[in-house]
Structure formats: structure tokens, C-alpha cells
């Protein structure tokens, strides 16, 4: 399954980057609006990396960033958050995503920055990334958890990764948690999570708490979590009406099915934060010292 899955999303995102990129620019995330639903899109993907970092710091015993810090970006698409670690830290960063397209255009954004001598990125598995044990000072995954086959294999990966002392920064889509009064999920729920799967090529989601209990039986220490939700979802509805200009429609009917799927799919997304269904968490944890 996951040799097949793999296959599936490296087509949608090949098929699908460009002209999200057109679109978006280098973050192609969400973004925070806190309580200003009217912000800027872009403004508001970049002021969702700011509110990350603000809130990893006052979390506590993250590893400092500085120009020798050596940050793992999984999924890291067009390069937006190396790019970014980069330019205002100075970080060292590699990035790694299942697209080949994505890597090309990261690459060439990070030449077109100056960064080619700090900044790398390469087609790869993030159940498998092909670097050694503690390589590296933070593991930085920014929706990309979301669409991974074993979420159990893909937290110990990233703890295998980081070297003791390290950062593990997780921002994921969820659903709700089913500990809430509702209970577990119910049949028109999981209908349509069903249906995100399918477009979007998702195994399956899980709720923040799991996250955590994944992350906490895996080995990390300092763990913390918060539920974004509110903050996040005003942005498909931005999407929902960036859609609407002739040049993103002709754009989707000319990149293929894959992206025309994924177009298809907003109107889910956004209902599915207004019922509560969906998630945005976050997480942050360090890897002890041993």
C-alpha cells in the first residue's frame, strides 16, 4: 500500500505545485488569522510560521536556532519553510518530499536566494529518510504528518533522526478528538473524511491527542499541544475564492484530473472545519539527553 500511496500523492503534487505556486508563492500551508478572518492570504501562511516558532520558544527547552543548527524539513514542498529558518536564522536545512517537481523548484528557490550552500533537498520517504541517527538539531514537519501510511513509524522516525536534546515541531491536519461528548466518530463524519482521503491521498487522519500519545510512548520528552482550528480555518475560504479567478480556473483545467480533484475538495475542507470535524494541531517535543 504505501509504495502505491506514494506513488499517488508524488502525482497530485507534480501534477498540482505550479500552479499553486503561481497562486500562493513558496508557503503552501496554511495560514494563521487569528481573529482577523480578512487578513492576507500570503501574509497569513507567513505569520503562521511566526506564530509556530513564537510558540515552540515559549514552550520551553527547544534547541536554539542559529546558523549550526541543522533542521530536517519533512514535506517541505517548494522549500517556503527552509527558505524561511534560512533567511531569518541562518539555519542549515534539508528538506525532503515525494515529488521530484517540488525538490527541482526548491532547489531553484534556494539558488535564486543564495542559500544552495545551506539548503538541500531530495526525493524522499519520511518512513525512511536515508540520514543516520541523530542527525539532526530539529525536525521540522509542517502538514505532512496528515499523509503519512503509519503515524506510529513516521513519529519514531523523526525521533530517530534528532540528535538528543533535539526539537520535534509537528503541525498536522486532525479530526476532532473522540474523547469530546460526541464520542466516537459517526457515520456522516467519517463519510466525509473519507472523501478528503480520496482526493487528497490520505491514509487517514488521527486526532491531536493520539499525536501526543504516539509521540509520548515513542520516547519524546517536554511534549505540548495546542488545537488551532479557529485560527486556521479562514483560509479555505480564501482558497475557495482564489479559485474563482479565470486564471486559477484555467490553470486547474490545464495542470489535469489530479488537480482538479484537489480543487473539488475545498468546499469539504472548509465545511469540515465549520462542523468541528476538522483539526489543525500542533505539537511540539524534545529528544532526551541520554
Known amino acids: 500500500m ?5 506513488r499517488q500523492i508524488q502525482t497530485f503534487y507534480d501534477s498540482s505545485t505550479e500552479l499553486w505556486e503561481q497562486v500562493w508563492g513558496e508557503h503552501l500551508h496554511h495560514g494563521y488569522y ?6 492576507d492570504r500570503q501574509q497569513a501562511q507567513i505569520d503562521l510560521l511566526e506564530r509556530l516558532l513564537q510558540w515552540v520558544e515559549a514552550c520551553g527547552n527547544a534547541t536554539p536556532l542559529s546558523p549550526n ?4 524539513d ?3 514542498g517548494v522549500g517556503g519553510s527552509s527558505l524561511y529558518l534560512s533567511r531569518k536564522y541562518g539555519t542549515k536545512a534539508t528538506g525532503i518530499t515525494l515529488s521530484p517537481v517540488q525538490v527541482q523548484r526548491a532547489t531553484e528557490r534556494a539558488a535564486e536566494a543564495g542559500r544552495s550552500s545551506s539548503l538541500g533537498f531530495l526525493v524522499a520517504d519520511a518512513l525512511n529518510v536515508p540520514f543516520t541517527d541523530n542527525s539532526f538539531d530539529w525536525v521540522w514537519s509542517l502538514e505532512s504528518g496528515e499523509h503519512m501510511p503509519d503515524k506510529t513509524q513516521f513519529i519514531e522516525e523523526c525521533y530517530r533522526l534528532l540528535k538528543p536534546g533535539g526539537t520535534f515541531v509537528l503541525a498536522t491536519w486532525c479530526h476532532r478528538p473522540i474523547s469530546e461528548p460526541d464520542g466516537r466518530l459517526t457515520a456522516s463524519e467519517i463519510q466525509h473524511l473519507s472523501e478528503i482521503y480520496q482526493i487528497y491521498h490520505l491514509p487517514y487522519v488521527i486526532s491531536l491527542p493520539e499525536y501526543a500519545e504516539i509521540a509520548d510512548r515513542v520516547g519524546f520528552q517536554n511534549l505540548q499541544t495546542e488545537d488551532w482550528s479557529r485560527a486556521v480555518a479562514p483560509f479555505w475560504n480564501d482558497v475557495l475564492n482564489s479559485a474563482f479567478d479565470p486564471a486559477v480556473v484555467l490553470g486547474i483545467l490545464r495542470s489535469g484530473w489530479e488537480t482538479l480533484r484537489g480543487a473539488l475538495a475545498i468546499g469539504l475542507m472548509r465545511d469540515g472545519y465549520q462542523r468541528g470535524l476538522i ?3 500542533v505539537l511540539c517535543a524534545t529528544k532526551p539527553v541520554a
Do not use: F, H, I
Request: proline residues 0%; glycine residues 14%; hydrophobic residues 25%.
Open 69 to 72: 543548527t541543522q533542521v530536517l
Open 74 to 76: 519533512v514535506g517541505c
Open 279 to 281: 483539526r489543525y494541531g
Open 34 to 39: 487569528g481573529d482577523r478572518a480578512d487578513r
Open 2 to 6: 504505501t509504495s502505491t500511496l506514494n
